[in-house]
């Protein structure tokens, strides 16, 4: 089995692959890879940003399935690229808030994500609402570090695990919260890398997107050689005629992308 996980950004959080490899079965191969070479930034947050991150997801996740991956996951807990994704290949395709949510809801009646600030809670909730999940849901909190600040050159990892834990502690007595989802990867994999032992317990399971969507991705793959299809292609995730995907893929390599054709309009004006 091969699956390709995806950075959608820059960068790739702390300690992932060593994550990767401790998790993985016997028979599962893996490359971790970002998009840094047609996205810089080392988060991506943003709504533009995210716009422009889920394009160059997809179209990775493309490339995948004709390298011969079995599976992609797409790690970052906004998701980007996956339903555009599932519509246009046919192996599986996961992503980290998806796959959290799936697994919190066996181990709890109401879960709580923590993330890092505005606005990602607000495209945390739009993106769960999306999912139907907002009944399962005990709050949305953050910790007053933003993404990329999350490194452990940009913050001691003690004092992001501090501040996740404190808003931990009221999730679970405030808001009534008996499942902990990490929201973003980079803070899932910070408290992994550095804390995993230390921050379990038997109460409140603290779930690492990563960890989650990696091992649900295994999953896909193993109910698609059972016989299953990937996704049902009746509704959502009906395919674009052959056709007319090809069509619109040539025209696409032949003309130039948004960005390059209102850029030029706009130097020829000045």
Known sequence: ????????????????????????????????????????LDYNTWGYNMLKVTNATVERVIKAEEEGYDAAFISCMQDPGLYESRAVVDIPVTASL??????????????SIVTVPPPVPQQMAYVADKYGL??????????DIIANKLY?????????????????????EEDGAEVIISGCTILGAVLTTFFDASIKNEQVPIIDPMVAGFKMTELMVDMRKLGYPAVS????????????????????RKNPSPEQYYQGLQEEVR
């Open 233 to 252: 292609r009746l509704g959502l995730w009906r395919k674009q005629p052959e056709k007319e995907h090809q069509e619109l893929r040539e025209w696409m």
């Open 98 to 111: 998806e796959s959290a949510a799936w697994v919190a809801m066996m181990m709890g009646k109401k879960f």
């Open 134 to 143: 907002r009944e399962r849901i005990a709050s949305i909190r953050y910790i």
């Open 1 to 40: 089995m091969r699956i390709l996980v995806v950075n959608p950004f820059g960068a790739t959080e702390p300690g992932a692959k060593e994550t990767f490899a401790k998790i993985a079965r016997s028979d599962v191969k893996f490359d971790v890879e970002n998009i840094s070479a047609v996205f810089p």
């Open 152 to 172: 452990p050159e940009q913050t001691d990892p003690k004092v992001v695990r501090d501040k996740t834990m404190e808003v931990i502690r009221k999730c679970v």
